[in-house]
């Protein structure tokens, strides 16, 4: 499996604002970049904080991405999976449409009331006790043959990829808008390190828009 974590952050390293609403932070360019990502991924990951924050749809835009995948045998858009220890997934969620597969990554926790409202729009797995324990998840969705894997966040799941020493690959569009705000959501948020910090190797710099895409590989995988 090899997992790629992408996000945008302001200057300052915010993925919104403390009030977190979705802000566009990346520019044209780095959308459609982001685009080509997930139109070469098994699945986009993100954890139930950024669905009910952002009710995003996580499908490839482009008509000719769809349609190269689906010539190549494959859905038109990846797998989407949302990390949501207790179901609080809505059930009109955007990603539980019919455009793509949908899997939620459950604990034991989640009531069966939410288990049998959300299984009739998406493939439930459950991996851990009153949290998802990432691994399993991972391991999990690796047997379902998902083995190419982005992440879009938001920086409470991030955090905890990290830590769990699952992340191959870190893309960070650093876009010019400084948001500031100490409960604004960074690109990492969780517990924080305080010992053993992962440390990345930096891999390409690359201007975009009216910022700067940052490439890093993960020094422990
Ligand atoms: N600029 C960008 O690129 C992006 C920005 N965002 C922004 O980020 C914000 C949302 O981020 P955030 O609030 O951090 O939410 P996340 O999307 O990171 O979801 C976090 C939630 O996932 C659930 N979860 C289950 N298991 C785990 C685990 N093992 N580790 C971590 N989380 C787990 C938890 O809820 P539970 O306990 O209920 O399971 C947790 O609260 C929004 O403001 C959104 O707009 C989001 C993505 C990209
Ligand atoms: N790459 C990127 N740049 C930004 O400025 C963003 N706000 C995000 N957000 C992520 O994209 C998701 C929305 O996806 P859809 O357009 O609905 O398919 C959103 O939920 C974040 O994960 N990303």
């Known amino acids: 499996m090899h997992v790629v974590v992408n996000a945008a952050m302001s ?3 915010k993925l919104s604002s403390r009030r977190r609403e979705q802000l566009a932070i990346s520019g044209d360019e780095d959308f459609a970049r982001v685009d080509r990502l997930r139109a070469k991924r098994d699945a986009v990951v993100v954890g139930v904080g950024t669905v009910l924050a952002d009710d995003p749809h996580l499908t490839v835009k482009d008509d000719a991405l769809r349609a190269r995948r ?3 045998g494959r859905s038109a858009s990846p797998a989407r999976v949302v990390v949501d220890s207790s179901g609080r997934t809505p059930t009109d969620a955007a990603v539980l449409d019919d ?3 949908t899997y939620l990554c459950l604990s034991e926790a989640a ?3 939410r288990r049998l409202a959300l299984a009739e729009r998406a493939e ?3 991996a851990g006790d009153e ?3 990432l691994l399993r998840a991972f391991g999990a ?3 379902q043959g998902l083995e190419r894997i982005m992440v879009e966040g938001g920086g409470e799941l991030i955090f905890s990829l990290f830590e769990a ?3 191959d690959e870190l893309r960070t569009f650093v876009g010019p808008t400084l948001i500031g705000g100490r409960d604004a959501p960074t690109l990492a948020d969780g517990e924080g390190f305080v010992a053993a910090f992962p440390t990345l190797e930096l891999e390409a710099v690359d201007r975009l828009d009216d910022g700067v895409l940052l490439t890093w590989k993960t020094d422990d995988r």
């Open 131 to 133: 949290r998802v324990d």
């Open 11 to 13: 200057a300052d390293g």
């Open 111 to 113: 009531p069966v009331d």
């Open 141 to 143: 969705l690796q047997e």
């Open 124 to 126: 439930l797995l459950t």
């Open 70 to 72: 689906r010539d190549d």
């Open 165 to 167: 020493g699952l992340v």
């Open 99 to 101: 455009a793509a597969t």
